[in-house]
Structure formats: C-alpha cells, structure tokens
C-alpha cells in the first residue's frame, strides 16, 4: 500500500520553534497522522483525547491566540438537562512555551455550567506517544506507541534514545491502560463556581542541533494604509517571532527556520530570502535577523569537496537536521546537505542589502573571509561543464535531483510536460549568479585589502561575460513577445516553459530595459496571475495543473520576489497588481497566509488550499512586508 503524506490545510497549527503542536479544530489529537505536539524534529505527543463521563464533546469553536496559543471551546451536552440551549461548555486553552530542559506545552481545561444545581462528573484526559521521527510521520508512517512510567503520583515520563516526554498534572489522578496514560480530575461545578485543572508536557531531544533564539532588538514599526497589509504583517510578525532559532553550536545568531511542521529548522535558501524581503533600513530587528543568518551560514560553509553531502568549498548549505532525512525511498539526505545551486549566491545578496540597510562596517569586515569563499566558489565550482553558466547534478543517486528552489522531481518540464534531464542551468540562478558576483565585488572593494582586487575584477568579468551570453541561450523568441525560459537542459537545449522563475530575474541587472518590461507584462498576464498570485507553471503550459507543487500552484513568497523585483526595476504598477492579488487572497487564509495554494483563477472564487502546504511558514509570513512596501 502507497503511504501518503498526512494533509495540514484543516489542522490547527501553534509554534514556538523549536515546538510545534497539531490539533483538529476542536484540540484532539489522533485522528489524522500529523496531529501531535512535536520537539525539534521528533513527535512527543501523538494522541490527546478530551471527555467527560456521560458526555461526547462536540466541539463549538476554535481561536488561535497568537502563534503559539489557542483556544478550543467544546459543549459538554449530556450535562444538560434538554432544550435548545447548550448549558455546559469546556474550554481548553493551549499554550507553547520554551524552557531551560526543551518545550512546555500547557493547557487549562475549564468547565462551566448554566444550570439551577451543581452537577458532579469527571474529566479525563488520555495521551499517547510514539516519539516517531517527523520525517517518518511526513512519509505516511509511525512507530509504535510507548508505555508510560507514572511516578511520583502526579508526572508520567516515556523516553526513547535521547528525546523524553513529560507530563505533570497536579491534582488528577494518573491511570494507565497499555500504553495509554489516563488523567482523571473530579470534577464539581456550579453556575457561579466554573471548575478549572492544568496540566504540562515538557519534551526534550539531547540530540537536536537547534533551539529557541536569543531575543532580538525591538523592531520598527512598519505602516501601511491598507487595512488587510496591516492584518497580515501583524500576523506575520507574530509568526516570525515564533519561527526563529539559534543552532546550539551558535546559540547567539538567530534564524528563521523555513516552517511548520516540516522544515522547523535551517534552511540556505529559505532562512536568507526570509531575512532578505523583511530587511528594511534602520529596523535593528530586521538587521540582527539578517546578521544572525549570515553568520550561521558562514560557520556551516563548505570547506571540502564531499559527493554524499553536496559539500564544496565555499558554497552554503541547504538543510540542517538531527539525523539523515528519507524525503522518499529513492531520496535520503544526510544531516547536513549542501544540495542547493542558489544559497551561496543568495548569501552574498543577503549581506549586500545588509550592508545597504544598515549593517554595521565591522560585521560587514568579518564576513569578508566567507564572502571570499563563496566568490570563489560561484566563479570556480558552480559552473561544473565549463559553459559558462551555473548549473546542479546530484551526484550521488540518493540526494534532490532538482536543486533551486522548485526541487520537486517534475518541477522543470518542456512545454509540452517533459522533465528536462539534468544538469540543470536555472534562469533565475543565473540572474542571482550575475547580481552575487557584481555586489560581491563591490563590497571587496569597499572594504577588503590589496589582494581582493584580483578576485574583485574577476567576479565582475565573469558577471559581464554571463549577461552577454545570458539572452541568447535563455529568451525564447523575440524581446517584444518571447519570453526567458525556464532552464536549459543537459543538453543544452532550451526547457520552453513558461514559469514564474522569470520574476526572479528583475532587479538582478541581468535584462535590458525592454526585456524587463516584457516579464513585468507577462507577470501580471492571465496564464501567470491567477488573480490571487503568480502561479508557478503558466496555465498555457500541457504540464499545468493547478494544484501540482511546482507546476501551476501560487507560492506566496514566490510572488513577493516578483513583486520586490518589480519595484527594484521601477515597474510599480504591476507589483501592485501582484500585491493586490496577494491581498485578495489573505483574508481567505486568516492572514495566515499558506506556503502555497491553487493556481485556480480566482473568478472561479475563493482561493483553494494545497491540502499538504505548510503554515506558518518563513517566507511567506515575509512576504507581508514586501506587500506592504509595494502599496
């Protein structure tokens, strides 16, 4: 039997990196296989059930309080004595919170009535655990639940290898059946005395390489006139704040880990485009932001030239985990990866718009040494047939077959849906390429020594000599209705597709005048704007569908680049057109706006979830703020 992975897009989703919790609407879990509450990257909860004697809950409502709180209201019906109106309600309200021994997620059940006597009744609550890795959970699978060892009374404990769950409940009485733990409080309510109870899971992993950043400086209040831009940041923020971690190696360079529940970590790509877009000029909150993620980053860079890792000197990292990842049975990446074409160039990127929004002359002078590196990597490594552009393989078998940001197995297809066959040469990749190599430059010159003058001069030879040849072998068609292609094959042949990879491309300094404003037309055109967002696959494409990962879907942050590259090359109406799109879709979404969503047009109506996307996620919480200067 096929296992597939678990769907998120009903799921109710609280975080305090490196914690997460997963519940339906009404608080339980068990009932779909992602439900839990999770430490790092390990399931220290997985089935929490919720009942009162005499009485199936039948739940009322959900809030989430903030990105790492909510509240459940459920009615205790078979404590009413009949009639129209519910008489008892139980509230649940969760919270998740960092410790000094890993992550307390803490709940209150309360208990009230409407009724002219006091009713007597217990509450119970059951939890399991199965301590199941995420990437199995992710994969369709589980390990078996554990027992649990009740001591002391009023605390249960269950351990596998180094990761331990506790709960305390004080004033309950602690039962178990199997491996089921049982919680039972007596419960005795009137109309004027509600009954209340607490309980705590704290969960810790001695193995997870990550934990709760350092607090950041205060941040500067960003404006915005329109009402929806101002709900989402706010959201956005909030969830940003509750996505940042701090590798325990560095545990004072904070980061945003890419997103919940399946990237809760670091990511290259991920954590320096997040910090990118939010960068803003004299904001210490976006600057200490950009500063932690570049340094963590620099302490992870390649030194070595490793095929199982992808590792090479000079190039930045993809994916940091406790253990090897199976992302599938054909692919598994070991904990720390460095499969990825784009991050180095996104690095020198991020330090440059640093440098450019604030970042302090010393910080900018000891990453001098990594900026060095990762030059000479892009001008030495990245281009590994010699034809002059950037292009990936993996080497192994076992690691990401496609590695820019659609790194899905189908995500770079002809027009007429064949998977080009790699290696691969991005268009974006390229356009990040030539823009890396100028500002790295620039930034050796502004502020390295005698000996960086060569390696400055050659970066902005070989950036020249890429612009030159980038228009001949990537824009199909003429410049008034052709259009950049996706990629190039290995065989150099041109991937015909029309994808949303072109937006990626303004503001990089790699297009003409005229070239721009043809991808600023073609953007904002039918087969790209969905009327919610840029759809990653044209829908004029044979391999469109519009809930396909990489091939039709919207990604909110892949429509903010647009949007950011847009305003970058002075194309203001259309990034408002684009933001608007966004706009309109984010009020659908509880402005808690999705990793990614259908490409439906949006006359067909509301926008329609990817069932399996993640939320919150880093980047496109990001997103807000480029929506927010873009109006």
Same mark, same amino acid.
């Given at each position: 039997?096929?296992?597939?992975?678990?769907?998120?897009?009903?799921?109710v989703?609280?975080v305090?990196?490196?914690?997460?919790? !997963?519940?339906?609407?009404?608080?339980?879990?068990?009932?779909?296989?992602?439900?839990?509450?999770?430490?790092?990257?390990?399931?220290?909860?997985?089935?929490?059930?919720?009942?009162?004697?005499?009485?199936?809950?039948e739940?009322?409502s959900?809030?989430?309080?903030?990105?790492?709180?909510?509240?459940?209201?459920?009615?205790?019906?078979?404590?009413?004595?009949?009639?129209?109106?519910?008489?008892?309600? !139980? @509230?649940?309200?969760?919270?998740?919170?960092?410790?000094?021994?890993?992550?307390?997620?803490?709940e @209150?059940?309360?208990?009230?009535?409407?009724?002219?006597r006091?009713?007597?009744? *217990?509450?119970t609550?059951?939890?399991?655990?199965?301590?199941s890795?995420?990437?199995?959970?992710?994969?369709?699978?589980?390990?078996?639940?554990?027992?649990?060892?009740?001591?002391?009374?009023?605390?249960?404990?269950?351990?596998?290898?180094?990761?331990?769950?506790?709960?305390? #409940?004080?004033?309950?009485?602690?039962?178990?059946?199997?491996?089921?733990?049982?919680?039972?409080?007596?419960? &005795?309510v #009137?109309?004027?005395?509600?009954? *209340?109870?607490?309980?705590?899971?704290?969960?810790?992993?001695?193995?997870?390489?990550?934990?709760?950043?350092?607090?950041?400086?205060?941040?500067?209040?960003?404006?915005?006139?329109?009402?929806?831009?101002?709900?989402w940041?706010?959201?956005?923020?909030?969830?940003?704040?509750?996505?940042?971690?701090?590798? +325990?190696?560095?545990? @004072?360079?904070?980061?945003?880990a890419?997103?919940?529940?399946?990237?809760?970590?670091?990511?290259?790509?991920? &954590?320096?485009w997040?910090?990118?877009?939010?960068?803003e000029?004299?904001?210490?909150?976006?600057?200490?932001?950009?500063? %932690?993620?570049?340094?963590?980053?620099?302490?992870?860079?390649?030194?070595? =030239?490793?095929?199982d890792t992808?590792?090479?000197?000079?190039?930045?990292?993809?994916?940091?985990?406790?253990e090897?990842?199976?992302?599938?049975?054909d692919?598994?990446?070991?904990?720390?990866?460095y499969g990825?074409?784009?991050?180095?160039?996104?690095?020198?990127l /991020?330090? *440059?718009?640093? +440098?450019?929004?604030?970042?302090?002359?010393p910080?900018?002078?000891?990453?001098?040494?990594?900026?060095?590196?990762?030059?000479?990597?892009?001008?030495t490594?990245?281009?590994?047939?010699?034809?002059?552009? !950037?292009?990936?393989?993996?080497? *192994?078998?076992?690691?990401?077959?496609?590695?820019?940001w659609?790194?899905?197995?189908?995500?770079i297809? $002809?027009?007429?849906?064949?998977i080009?066959?790699?290696?691969i040469?991005?268009?974006?990749?390229?356009?990040?390429?030539?823009?890396?190599?100028l500002?790295?430059?620039?930034?050796?010159?502004d502020?390295g020594? %005698?000996?960086d003058?060569?390696?400055?001069?050659?970066? @902005?030879?070989?950036?020249?000599?890429?612009?030159?040849r980038f228009?001949?072998?990537?824009?199909?068609?003429d410049?008034?209705?052709? =259009?950049?292609?996706?990629a190039?094959?290995?065989r150099?042949?041109?991937?015909?597709s029309?994808a949303?990879?072109?937006?990626?491309?303004?503001?990089?300094?790699?297009?003409?005048r005229a070239?721009?404003?043809?991808v600023?037309?073609?953007?904002v055109?039918?087969?790209?704007?969905s009327? =919610?967002?840029?759809?990653?696959l044209?829908? /004029?494409m044979?391999?469109?569908?519009?809930?396909s990962?990489?091939?039709?879907s919207?990604?909110?942050?892949?429509?903010?680049?647009?949007i950011?590259?847009?305003?970058r090359d002075?194309? /203001? &109406?259309?990034?408002?057109?684009?933001a608007?799109?966004?706009?309109?879709?984010?009020?659908? $979404?509880? $402005?808690r706006?999705?990793?990614?969503?259908?490409? /439906?047009?949006?006359?067909?109506?509301?926008?329609?979830?990817?069932?399996a &996307?993640?939320?919150?996620?880093?980047w496109?919480?990001?997103?807000?703020a480029?929506?927010?200067?873009?109006?």
């Open positions: 039997m096929t296992q597939l992975q678990p769907l998120l897009h009903e799921q989703v609280i305090n990196a490196p914690a997460q919790a !997963i519940a339906a609407p009404d608080g339980s879990m068990g009932d779909a296989p992602v439900q839990g509450v999770y430490q790092s990257d390990v399931r220290a909860l997985r089935l929490r059930a919720l009942s009162v004697t005499g009485s199936a809950l739940h009322l959900v809030e989430r309080c903030g990105a790492a709180a909510s509240r459940h209201r459920a009615l205790a019906r078979g404590l009413d004595r009949g009639g129209a109106d519910p008489r008892s309600i !139980i @509230t649940t309200d969760r919270t998740l919170v960092p410790a000094d021994d890993g992550t307390v997620l803490t @209150t059940l309360t208990v009230r009535i409407a009724q002219d006091p009713v007597s009744t *217990t509450l609550l059951e939890l399991a655990t199965d301590l890795p995420l990437a199995m959970i992710k994969g369709g699978e589980r390990l078996s639940d554990l027992p649990w060892t009740v001591a002391a009374g009023d605390t249960a404990s269950v351990r596998r290898g180094q990761v331990r769950a506790v709960v305390n #409940a004080p004033e309950a009485r602690l039962e178990t059946v199997g491996t089921r733990l049982r919680l039972h409080w007596d419960v &005795s #009137a109309a004027d005395i509600p009954f *209340t109870a607490s309980w705590s899971l704290t969960a810790s992993d001695d193995d997870a390489v990550v934990q709760p950043a350092p607090a950041l400086p205060a941040r500067k209040r960003r404006g915005t006139p329109d009402a929806r831009a101002a709900a940041l706010e959201v956005a923020l909030d969830d940003l704040d509750h996505l940042l971690l701090a590798r +325990r190696a560095t545990p @004072t360079q904070p980061f945003a890419a997103g919940a529940p399946w990237f809760l970590t670091l990511f290259g790509r991920d &954590s320096l997040t910090s990118r877009l939010l960068l000029a004299a904001d210490p909150w976006s600057l200490a932001l950009a500063e %932690g993620t570049l340094r963590t980053l620099a302490d992870l860079q390649g030194r070595r =030239y490793d095929v992808a590792e090479q000197p000079g190039k930045i990292m993809h994916e940091l985990r406790r090897a990842n199976a992302v599938d049975a692919t598994v990446l070991p904990p720390l990866y990825t074409i784009d991050a180095t160039e996104l690095w020198i /991020t330090l *440059t718009d640093a +440098r450019r929004a604030g970042l302090a002359e910080v900018v002078r000891e990453l001098l040494d990594p900026l060095r590196r990762a030059l000479s990597w892009l001008t490594c990245a281009d590994t047939d010699g034809d002059g552009f !950037i292009e990936y393989v993996d080497g *192994t078998g076992r690691g990401l077959a496609n590695q820019g659609k790194d899905s197995g189908d995500s297809q $002809f027009a007429d849906g064949r080009a066959q790699g290696p040469a991005l268009v974006e990749v390229q356009a990040y390429a030539h823009a890396a190599a500002a790295g430059a620039e930034l050796l010159r502020f020594n %005698g000996d003058a060569v390696l400055a001069a050659t970066a @902005t030879t070989w950036a020249a000599a890429l612009r030159e228009a001949e072998a990537f824009w199909r068609g410049t008034a209705d052709g =259009y950049p292609v996706i190039l094959d290995a150099k042949q041109q991937v015909d029309l949303s990879n072109i937006g990626h491309l303004l503001g990089t300094g790699i297009l003409d070239q721009s404003r043809r600023a037309e073609l953007l055109s039918p087969g790209l704007n009327g =919610y967002g840029v759809r990653t044209a829908s /004029t044979a391999g469109y569908w519009p809930l990962y990489h091939g039709g919207v990604w909110t942050h892949d429509t903010a680049i647009a950011d590259g847009l305003l002075g194309f /203001t &109406s259309q990034a408002r057109t684009l608007e799109a966004l706009l309109t879709a984010a009020p659908c $979404f509880g $402005f706006m999705p990793e990614l969503f259908s490409g /439906t047009p949006a006359d067909d109506g509301a926008p329609v979830p990817y069932p &996307s993640c939320r919150p996620q880093a496109a919480a990001a997103a807000g480029v929506v927010a200067r873009a109006l």
